[in-house]
């Protein structure tokens, strides 16, 4: 069973707009949440994470946003660039930090 | 340069037909895992070692093998591959620092026929 779900498959959005990536997640035992970037032909590498004890977390044009109680976060990208084309995975892992658990991704295609 | 690698790339094989895909990293990383990408299915972990000789199964080891004698070094080996096996593989490593900032490989691209 699903654990951590991407429910949007794929997402397009104009060069210089923001794009909203959404993560939902079931187990409320999770306690650290990553979101991961992947390029064709190359792994993923990592983006930007939030523990659960923080709601928002900011990294240049990157933000994450953790809400607990509707287990769901989201990435915002602001403003979007041609070169944040790419496939965005959703992660979390529990306090062990031993498990991680994967989204299935979402396609995310800026148009110049 | 800190890097995962991977090899092969690409494997392709038939069933039965034992493999080993290789992986090594050169950050003295203590964790590192599998992965297999499926369409539809993201990333599931198959196995992690927290440490040297310390391995432990994930979401989906059924038909994979691991060890871990050397620290840098994870092989993910396959007995007898079959078919539902074929898929695109990554491995990963990070240290306890890190809070699960993986590190990836560039994957294998595994087909059993």
Not at chain 1, 36 to 55: H, M, N, Q, R, V
Request: aromatic residues 12%.
């Amino acid at each position: 069973d699903q654990q951590v779900k991407q429910n949007s498959p794929s997402l397009s959005v104009q060069e210089g707009r923001i794009s909203i990536l959404n993560c939902d997640y079931t187990n409320s035992m999770f306690d650290y949440f990553l979101w991961y970037k992947k390029y064709p032909a190359e792994g993923p590498t990592f983006l930007i994470s939030i523990s659960s004890i923080k709601d928002k977390n900011e990294d240049g044009r990157f933000t994450v946003f953790l809400n607990k109680s509707a287990k769901h976060l989201s990435l915002h990208i602001v403003p979007s660039q041609p070169g944040d084309s790419a496939v965005y995975f959703c992660a979390a892992s529990g306090y062990t930090g031993n498990q991680f658990y994967f989204g299935t991704g979402t396609s995310l295609t800026v148009i110049p | 340069e800190a890097q995962v690698t991977q090899n092969p790339r690409y494997l392709i094989t038939v069933t039965g037909k034992k493999l080993t895909v290789t992986c090594s990293q050169n950050m003295n990383h203590e964790y590192m895992s599998w992965y297999r990408q499926d369409p539809g299915l993201g990333l599931r972990q198959i196995y992690y070692s927290m440490n040297v000789e310390v391995t432990d199964k994930g979401d989906v080891p059924e038909g994979y093998k691991v060890s871990r004698k050397e620290k840098r070094n994870f092989p993910l080996i396959l007995e007898s591959p079959s078919p539902n096996q074929t898929s695109l593989y990554f491995c990963a490593s990070t240290n306890r620092d890190s809070l699960g900032k993986l590190f990836f490989g560039s994957g294998t691209q595994l087909s059993v026929l």
